[in-house]
């Protein structure tokens, strides 16, 4: 079972403009994780945010994370073409020593 | 520094045949970690080693799933026979303990079709 949901579920917006998903989860964690998947690639991981911090940046990533709403969001400002990709939040668990991914974000962007 | 490397990438087989998927992590990582990720869905943990050891495979499907970390390095996976359902990709992971397994490497994956 996957405990991250990601919202929306597919993304489409101009080169230039910026791009917000969201991703919320079920029980407690160490950490929630980015990642990135191209066509036909494999994951590459994007940014990490602790469970006791609220807010990330690296380059053109924001990310926030509420663990009182158990939710978090992840900004790319000033989109470019190479950044259409599937992003994917994924929890670290706080017991169990596990990284769930959720269902992920499909995002395209159109130069 | 070469990544996570994984073979074959892609496989086509007849439900009730075997296949094996082949990893080799990142040198020096003693965390290495098999996912199944089926069309739209994010990953999914099959099992996870430390070193040679299988720590988690709770959600490997035991009746007809095996894996093995000989030397703890490389690593196979094994599907026998294969369903219809088995039909997706196949991704290795290796981690660290200096970035303390918090970031996870993956390598490009193995589509696997069962027709």
């Known amino acids: 079972s996957q405990q991250g949901e990601e919202d929306p579920q597919a993304l489409s917006i101009q080169e230039g403009e910026n791009a917000t998903m969201n991703c919320s989860y079920k029980t407690s964690i160490n950490n929630l994780q980015w990642y990135r998947q191209n066509s036909g690639r494999g994951l590459v991981h994007l940014i990490l945010i602790r469970s006791n911090e609220r807010e990330k940046h690296s380059g053109r990533l924001r990310v926030t994370l509420d663990t009182s709403k158990k939710s978090s969001s992840l900004l790319i400002t000033a989109s470019r073409a190479a950044d259409t990709a599937s992003y994917f939040c994924a929890t670290y668990m706080e017991y169990g020593n596990k990284l769930v991914f959720g269902a992920g974000t499909i995002l395209r962007v159109k130069s | 520094e070469a990544g996570v490397v994984q073979s074959p990438r892609y496989k086509i087989i007849e439900k009730k045949q075997p296949v094996a998927f082949w990893c080799n992590p990142i040198s020096g990582h003693n965390t290495l970690y098999w996912y199944r990720q089926n069309l739209g869905q994010g990953p999914e943990l099959l099992i996870r080693?430390?070193?040679?050891?299988?720590?988690?495979d709770s959600q490997l499907p035991k009746d007809r799933f095996s894996a093995e970390r000989l030397k703890g390095v490389d690593s196979t996976l094994k599907i026998q026979p294969a369903e219809l359902g088995d039909s997706a990709v196949y991704l290795c992971?290796?981690?660290?303990?200096?970035?303390?397994?918090?970031?996870?490497?993956f390598g490009p994956g193995t589509r696997l079709t069962v027709l």
């Open positions: 080693y430390e070193n040679e050891e299988a720590v988690d």
């Open positions: 992971a290796s981690s660290s303990l200096i970035s303390g397994y918090n970031e996870q490497f």
